[in-house]
């Protein structure tokens, strides 16, 4: 899945892909800033890496999701993060890295 962050907002896409979540800019670290707090998709952590909230994220790409099993894999994908330590300890958002 991929989170494609822009100054004009947020879009979605690949959201059957939930093996490769990352996000897409080609904002500098002021302006991810920015878009994150303007959308209420996030928040940064540093230059390469943001916290993208999961409700945010589940309920866009829910909208666009065409996989019967798409529900479990979300929960896969978060449990994996969970294991690696990329959720936040409220369990509300997902550490993801960014791509420029």
Do not use: C, N
Not at 36 to 54: A, I, K, Q, R, Y
Not at 66 to 93: F, P, Q
Request: glycine share 6%.
């Amino acid at each position: 899945m991929i989170v494609r962050l822009s100054a004009a907002g947020v879009a979605v896409q690949d959201v059957d892909d939930l093996a490769r979540l990352h996000v897409r800019t080609d904002l500098d670290a002021d302006g991810l800033s920015a878009a994150l707090e303007t959308t209420g998709f996030g928040e940064p952590v540093d230059d390469d890496t943001v916290l993208l909230h999961v409700e945010a994220l589940r309920s866009r790409a829910v909208l666009l999701t065409v996989a019967s099993d798409w529900e479990a894999r979300w929960t896969e994908m978060l449990a994996y993060a969970e294991r690696k330590g990329w959720i936040s300890k409220d369990g509300r958002s997902v550490q993801v890295h960014v791509e420029r």
